[in-house]
């Protein structure tokens, strides 16, 4: 066994690591010299962690891969991360923070270089810690098509955990919808790489801009699995990958300012992902300039020899995701340690694989100030606070009024009406003989409102007895508050996907009995298998989990007009009620506000303005099927299987309402690298304020290589108010025509295209054909991205 002997370090003035006088390279190069090979690799791992409920140390969490931990005998040679110190186990917000104090002070006490660990948390619906703000999952934020508001949101998720203690965020998920079945899909933004990066990346700006660390995930092709199947392999050509799944990752690194990245479970095409070099160094790094730090998924190193069989010793998992560009290990430390410095005393590994990954992490550790002779371990939330467990308990509100009100915010910009015949809004709250029948699963169900990433669902589900940490009201008590005149009747008919019938009377009486039916339905997040979405809850169809649609459509055979509320992290084949229901409300679990948002888009006190992220399927046994679709991938008459959506992507229906007209462009021809600009004007006649979701769609006729039948390139939300008008006018350069060719390289061709103003990926009213000239041209990482768009009130 090699014995490390450690390099002197200077006692003369301050270390030059901690002097922030000198450059930021200087500052980790030197400490990298002074560092020994187990000091080196201790910064490049993690250790999962819990909260001492008493305020103490945090506690390493045991999970079927780990070893036993012992936290004295690994701090000696410090430690790169603690993972989710708040999200492990529920724990008052004050006495987390607490315990995540004690704890970086007891790791800078036992450590020779006194660096602090990385916290890292999930945040994808909020930050994951009891009492938290639970807002709505990354599908609502698609359904919004609202970046700003969506940034604002981020910013105040790592807000809140910056204030305890927190560095880095796991969130967001930019992967893109390619097959509904897969569990994760309520994590993501949508089905169209465009929305997801423009979307992602706002999210990416506002965790960033406080000071919060966000991880993109998962780099890449993990919505691409086989099947929908969770940890599925992906079989994916060079050009989908270039073309729809790499892009919101590129945006979000280039414009987003992401600081870190988070590799994919995943191969393609037999190279798992936590092993590919051309992805995690020559694209991420050397092709993108990426300089951040790559994180392993939780257990992905260990992987590569458990599951893929890629590696046949840990050792070799270590160095092979080293080698690829992984520079962390997390959550736990398992082929980081020994193995690793085991195979580098033997020569097999080579240290300066170490030295790269130890730069990353250590760079980005300045950044975050941890190197700094004033880091102080104590968060700002407890600042000016006795720091004693009595003293600290209570005093930290997570989910304060301005978190509540941005949730129901965004909760209400993402709802859908997918259908209305007329019958909604329902008649107004002063209207006394109304009955309503409030029908379904998830009519009374907290938990129907919340993704599996939320904090209830994902650990307090696991704690009998213990209190969600936030007020949540089902939609059966904001349609009792919202329609506080009418009687409203309660039959929930049969569970999520128990199967049952036995409810099914009551339910049919109830609705009988009352002027409109509610119908409540949807999903159960969980975590593999424990509910019929989220992360290993996959599907095998589309049909609605359980007995929900012979519900359904038991209630529909009443004859009183059905309002179906859908509460999914997934779209579903609803059958026949897609022309049955008099109304549809489609909600992507909206979060602890998502109820109110619901009941006033029934009321009409909310106008209605989500969009579709995904499409809606007519059939359950289509998939794998979404809106970017080439024409052999459309409806033919060569095969009877028929993929069309029952609402495509981009649909969604208001009560204020315009007309689009007047369209508008003085380009009929441009070059390769010129832009386009045209126009249309909506005019809103009504008596109400219309919000409108004017859609760009590029569709090109004839190129090189197959091609999307229609695609979108951009969309700006616009408020038309009653009895107003507005223009609005979108500048395109040529460059968004673009694609990856034959050879591989991103191209322009000359030849004719066709620019459309769409209310949805199938509704494209006004088209402006423009003949692009001139040669051939590669685009570069300089290339447009975006249509710029112009709102002229009352033009």
Partial sequence: MTIHTAPAVSTDGPAPWRDRGLPAEQRVDALVAAMTLPEKIAQLYGVWVGAGADGGDVAPHQHDLDDAIDLDEILPEGLGQLTRPFGTAPVDAGVGALSLLTTQRRITAQSRFRIPAVAHEECLAGFAAWGATAY???????????????????????????SVGVHQGLAPVLDVVRDARWGRVE?????????VATVGSAYVRGLEASGVVATLKHFVGYSASRAGRNLAPVSIGARELADVLLPPFEMAIREGGARSVMNSYTDLDGVPSAADRTLLTELLRDEWGFTGTVVADYFAIAFLKLLH?????????????LAAGIDVELPTVKTFGEPLRRAVDEGAIDEALIDTALRRVLAQKLELGLLDDEWDAIPPALRGVDLDLDAVRGTIDLDPPENRALARELAERSVVLVRNDGVLPLAPTGAASSRIAVIGPNADE?????????????VVSQHPGVELGIDIDTVLDAVRAEFAHATVAHAPGTGIDDGSTEGFAAAVAAARESDVALVVL?????????????????????????????????????????????LTGRPYALGSAATRAAAIVQAFFPGEEGSAAIAGVLSGRVEPSGRLPVSIPAHRGVQPSTYLAAPLARRSGVSNIDPTAAFPFGHGLGYGSATWTDLESPDTRATTDGEVVLSLRLVNTGERDAVEVVQLYLHDPVASVVRPVQRLIGYQRVVVPAGSSARVVATVPVDLAGFTGRDGRRIVEPGAIELGFGRSSAD????????????????????????????LAGA
């Fill in 187 to 195: 994590e993501t933004i949508g089905e169209d790489p465009y929305l």
């Fill in 522 to 566: 949807g999903d159960r997040a969980g975590l593999f298998g424990r509910g019929t979405s989220g992360e290993g809850c996959d599907a095998d169809d589309l049909a609605l989990p359980g007995a929900q649609q012979q519900l359904l459509d038991a209630v529909l055979d009443t004859g009183t007009p059905v309002v179906l509320v859908l």
């Fill in 136 to 162: 709505p999952v990354p599908l609502s934020w698609g359904a919004s098509f609202d970046p700003e508001l969506v940034e604002r949101m981020a910013a105040r998720i790592g807000a809140d955990m910056r």
């Fill in 764 to 791: 494209i009213p006004l088209v402006h054909r423009v003949e692009v000239t001139g040669a051939t041209r590669e685009l570069g990482a300089d290339r447009a991205v975006h249509a710029r768009f112009q709102v």
């Fill in 309 to 321: 069989g890629t590696a046949g010793s840990w050792a070799e998992a270590a160095g092979a995701a």
């Fill in 446 to 458: 907290r938990y129907a409102m919340l993704g599996c990433y939320s904090f209830p669902t994902h």
